[in-house]
């Protein structure tokens, strides 16, 4: 085992091997990758030119994952969130009429206020009031709404987000390829083949091809240094005094520090190791603060890094391997298209099948535990949105409890966050 490696991030502690962790980066990486297209495209609609949003999102990843690999020494992903970056463009760029150049300060602002949380008692106080039945629905939606993205990414189920959900064209090309695609990936998985889910997506890509499925992100690799430099430290706090500024401010910080408060402990604890909690919400926030520096919106620990923890990633290089090949894509954006969704979609069906473990912690005889915990679960998926189901379980909690007379099971600062997210909802309103 390589001296560096070991001395930095401990492996041998964590019972893993420099093998294992690139193996595990690497599946991370590919699960993930489609997020340097999307999320360009998304904050395309923002006004911010395509090219500057391919590297703004490169970059902002590749500073992200190193963050987490040597701060939180965890196999987390950061990577501009799905959700937050359409609350970024559609809502504070288009509805409330920011310029992006605001809007990424207001990105900026409201990663220095997930900062400040993060690294005071107010990231224990806002987990430790979390009850354990929340928390583990988190983890639960989290799992089905990862298995949504893949049903709809392999074509099995369409509509998705603002539409009806049907099932797909079981004779398309796309279907049969995912099908297909995940029969192998459950052979490997349940024979435990080393490097099953690599072996996977390099099956599904030639699976894919075989039947003419194409990746739906652009081949798009015109980029420049010139380029970004239109968008690097643009932001702009000139609408620093008016209303909208702010009320971005607050939906952008709500959504990072509860989000990332849902997805880090779900994924600390996937590794046993939930005392590195502290130090990778702290990167994420540094990270996220960052993001408006770079011109894109604001980072989380994306779900899909659930696909390298379940492949054997334990430590911080497996994030550092997915940095590091983000920063490589650059320079191989046609290729990296070349991998079909339906060579991924396989990967997040099964991952998602694997955490519905965590119901097995809730309370189901205790309806006031047992029916906040459906919300959460329910509403992350149907929503799209994972602070959107946390807000209604969160809301509920306390509801219930107050309705019964057993308010004191719950903590002051549930019934504050309640409270929070309930002002959150009357804002997106207005």
């Excluded at 189920?157 to 959900?165: K, R």
């Excluded at 889910?197 to 652009?218: K, M």
């Excluded at 119901?359 to 509403?379: H, Q, R, T, W």
Aim: glycine fraction near 10%; hydrophobic fraction near 55%.
């Amino acid at each position: 085992m390589h001296p560096f490696f070991e001395r930095r991030f401990h492996l041998a502690e964590h019972g893993t091997t420099v093998k294992t962790e690139v193996l595990a980066g690497m599946i991370s990486f590919f699960t993930i990758v489609y997020i340097i297209a999307v999320n360009a495209l998304i904050l395309s609609e923002a006004g911010i030119p395509l090219q500057a949003g391919i590297v703004a999102t490169v970059v902002t990843c590749f500073v992200g994952c190193l963050l987490v690999a040597f701060l939180g020494n965890a196999p987390l992903l950061i990577v501009p969130g799905m959700g937050v970056n359409a609350l970024f463009s559609y809502t504070i760029v288009q509805g409330m009429g920011l310029p992006w150049q605001e809007a990424l300060g207001a990105v900026f602002v409201a990663g220095i206020l997930f900062t400040i949380v993060a690294f005071t008692p107010l990231s224990h106080t806002l987990s430790g009031s979390i009850p354990k039945g929340l928390k583990e629905a988190i983890t639960v939606g989290i799992g089905l709404f990862l298995t949504l993205i893949g049903l709809e990414k392999g074509g099995i189920v369409v509509g998705g987000n603002n539409a009806i959900l049907a099932l797909g064209d079981f004779h398309s090309p796309e279907v049969l390829a995912t099908v297909v695609t995940l029969l192998i990936a459950l052979v490997l998985f349940i024979r435990n083949v080393p490097a099953n889910f690599l072996l996977t997506i390099i099956a599904g890509s030639l699976i894919g091809h075989f039947f003419g499925v194409e990746n739906a992100a652009p081949k798009q690799a015109d980029v420049s240094l010139s380029n970004y430099l239109d968008v690097f430290a643009q932001f702009s706090f000139q609408g620093i005094f008016s209303v909208a500024f702010w009320i971005a401010v607050f939906s952008l910080a709500m959504v990072l520090v509860f989000e990332n408060i849902g997805l880090i402990h779900g994924q600390t604890e996937m590794i046993a190791k939930p005392e590195k909690y502290k130090r990778s919400i702290r990167a994420t926030a540094i990270s996220s603060m960052l993001s408006g520096l770079f011109g894109t919106s604001p980072t989380v620990s994306t779900v899909e890094a659930a696909s390298g923890i379940t492949a054997g990633g334990r430590t911080g290089l497996t994030s550092l391997v997915s940095g590091l090949l983000f920063l490589v894509a650059l320079f191989f954006l046609p290729v990296i298209s070349l991998i079909p969704n339906t060579a991924i979609a396989p990967i997040l069906i099964i991952i998602g099948g694997l955490m519905l473990e965590n119901v097995k912690g809730i309370n189901f005889k205790d309806f006031s535990e047992a029916f906040p915990a459906f919300l959460v679960i329910v509403i992350i998926p149907f929503t799209y949105s994972i602070v959107d189901g946390m807000a209604f379980g969160f809301v509920a909690y306390p509801f219930m409890k107050l309705v019964l007379g057993r308010y004191k099971e719950v903590s002051v600062p549930l019934y504050i966050i309640a409270g929070l997210f309930l002002m959150n909802f009357f804002l997106h309103g207005i």
